[in-house]
């Protein structure tokens, strides 16, 4: 099977995650990523939280599938030429270093487009340019409490609390990902390459655009009705944390199932649809709450949503999450099971979609990452294991069209 991206060039000049996932996500397409990485040292991901001593760990292997791997000191005066060399046959260059640190390297955008007019320069950076913070260095959660996430995550009685989820990294390069593709498209057009950025607040911003929505709502009326503030608690003006409530108009929340005394994720998240109201009634027992006038209408319910969560938590009592699920999706009703990571990596409709995918690793055996999220009908992404540190340094210089001595002194230079 052929894969779109064939033949695109990547330079891979990212770290950690935010970068990484971007890049890795062009090679499960077809693109050629090479990952250049300090001699020695490499991806700082490689030694981080590691499981196995001296094998890489997991926090790289799951970023970097794919890929191929060049050791290169691009502070050296060789390493730079090998850099160059490579720019000019590269259609794209991605970097994810702190502020100024590619132009220190002495590559500006200036210089690179110089080099070659074709490149895409793609970058990720905390901040974007010309922000008041755009010299500050980012992690994804420093991330997640400037993009507006933080401070709307969590119960109203406790303090800002960032998500699991990488909003500020993995999403970040996803972002990155459109806008590689897209100057691609444009460059097939114009002929030109193009420098694309993105932040990583601007990336969190991106995905909390309904509560900014619900900022305005707030400024002209006062109160948010779906909000489990409403109506017996206070709003002030800003927009609260709402704990596990709908972020729409249909209320929902997490409930719990029989045996959440002990086991931490023994909970479904129970949506009441509006339309769903009378199935709803009619799976709980309760057909006299169809037409009674304090729960017919979203209006009529919202003021006591929580005696109606209570009265499900009774229900569920005694059906595990699973079971739970299996009667309510005969009612059409929007729920499911909270799953624990243990779960999902076991389970058995994620493998065969290829979204939990076991890897063969030469140092590690295999490992499970998460494969393409992304499905197409005319490519099924193979996921390979990540590369070893410099592991293709020699095949990507002869390549480059490095003699077998040349590659000798480079090595013996430590610039590879
Ligand atoms: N050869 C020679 N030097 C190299 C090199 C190579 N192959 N690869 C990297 N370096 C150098 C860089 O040039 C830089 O040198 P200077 O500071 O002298 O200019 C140095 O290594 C360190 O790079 P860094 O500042 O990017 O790394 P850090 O660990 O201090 O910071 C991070 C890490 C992530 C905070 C920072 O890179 C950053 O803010 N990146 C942008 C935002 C981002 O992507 N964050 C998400 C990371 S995922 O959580």
Same mark, same amino acid.
């Given at each position: 099977m052929s894969k779109p991206l064939e033949g695109i060039k990547i330079i891979d000049f990212t770290h950690v995650q935010a970068g990484p996932a971007c890049t890795q996500l062009l090679a499960w397409f077809g693109a050629d990523v090479i990952k250049v990485e300090r001699p020695?040292?490499?991806?700082?991901?490689?030694?981080?939280?590691?499981?196995?001593?001296d094998a890489d760990a997991l926090y790289f292997t799951m970023l970097n599938s794919n890929k191929r791997s060049l050791t290169l000191d691009t502070k050296t005066p060789e390493g730079k030429e090998v850099l160059e060399k490579l720019v000019k046959e590269s259609d794209v260059l991605v970097e994810n270093f702190a502020p100024g640190a590619l132009d220190r390297m002495g590559f500006t955008w200036e210089r690179l487009s110089e080099l070659n007019p074709k490149l895409i320069v793609a970058s990720v950076k905390g901040?974007?340019?010309?922000?008041?913070?755009?010299?500050l260095k980012v992690y994804e959660n420093v991330a997640q409490c400037a993009g507006g996430a933080a401070s709307t995550t969590?119960?109203?009685?406790g303090p800002p609390t960032v998500s699991a989820a990488a909003l500020g990294d993995s999403n970040t390069g996803m972002h990155l990902a459109i806008g590689i593709l897209t100057a691609l498209i444009g460059r097939g057009q114009t002929g030109r390459g193009q420098k694309v950025a993105v932040s990583m607040q601007d990336s969190v911003i991106n995905l909390c655009r309904v509560k900014l929505r619900d900022q305005q709502r707030l400024d002209r009326?006062?109160?948010?009705?779906?909000?489990?503030?409403?109506?017996?608690g206070e709003f002030t003006d800003v927009v609260p944390r &709402? $704990?596990?409530?709908?972020? &729409? $108009?249909q209320p929902g929340w997490v409930l719990k199932c029989k045996g959440w005394e002990t086991d931490p994720n023994a909970y479904i998240y129970f949506t009441i649809q509006g339309h769903a109201w009378e199935p709803i009634c009619r799976a709980l027992g309760?057909?006299?709450?169809?037409?009674?006038p304090n729960y017919a209408t979203p209006q009529a319910r919202q003021p006591h949503i929580f005696d109606i969560f209570a009265t499900i938590e009774e229900w569920l009592a005694d059906k595990t999450k699973y079971e739970a699920v299996d009667i309510l999706r005969k009612f059409d009703i929007p729920c499911a099971p909270v799953l624990s990571m243990k779960e999902i990596a076991n389970d058995p409709s994620l493998r065969a979609s290829g979204t939990i995918v076991e890897v063969p690793h030469k140092e590690r055996g295999s490992y499970l990452t998460v494969g393409s999220p992304i499905k197409f009908s005319g490519l099924k992404p193979e996921i390979t294991g990540s590369p070893l540190l410099g592991e293709h340094t020699d095949e990507i210089l002869a390549e480059l069209g490095y003699s077998k001595d040349q590659i000798a002194h480079l090595h013996a230079a430590r610039s590879v």
């Open positions: 020695g040292s490499g991806d700082v991901t490689r030694s981080q939280l590691r499981d196995i001593p901040f974007s340019d010309g922000h008041h913070y755009d010299d969590g119960f109203w009685d009326v006062g109160y948010l009705e779906e909000y489990p503030q409403y109506p017996h &709402g $704990g596990n409530a709908g972020g &729409g $108009g309760k057909p006299e709450w169809i037409d009674d």
